[in-house]
């Protein structure tokens, strides 16, 4: 390693062309919202079928 302090060039007409090649980070949050209501409706029917099988019809 040296200690000595090298000058870096900067390229000032650099100009990033990767906004082609990035995916839309809305479908992600679409299939991450999707599965979560998924599983929300999931958690729910185990939910009523637990009060129901715990309801007591004598009354």
């Known amino acids: 390693m040296s200690t000595d ?3 870096l060039e900067l390229d000032e007409d650099f100009v990033a062309d ?8 809305v479908e992600v949050a679409k299939t991450n919202l999707t599965k979560r209501r998924i599983i929300d409706n999931f958690l729910e029917e185990r939910r009523l079928h637990k009060q129901l099988a715990e309801y ?4």
């Open 18 to 25: 990767d906004a082609d090649d990035v995916e839309p980070v």
């Open 5 to 7: 302090k090298d000058d």
């Open 56 to 59: 007591d019809f004598d009354i």
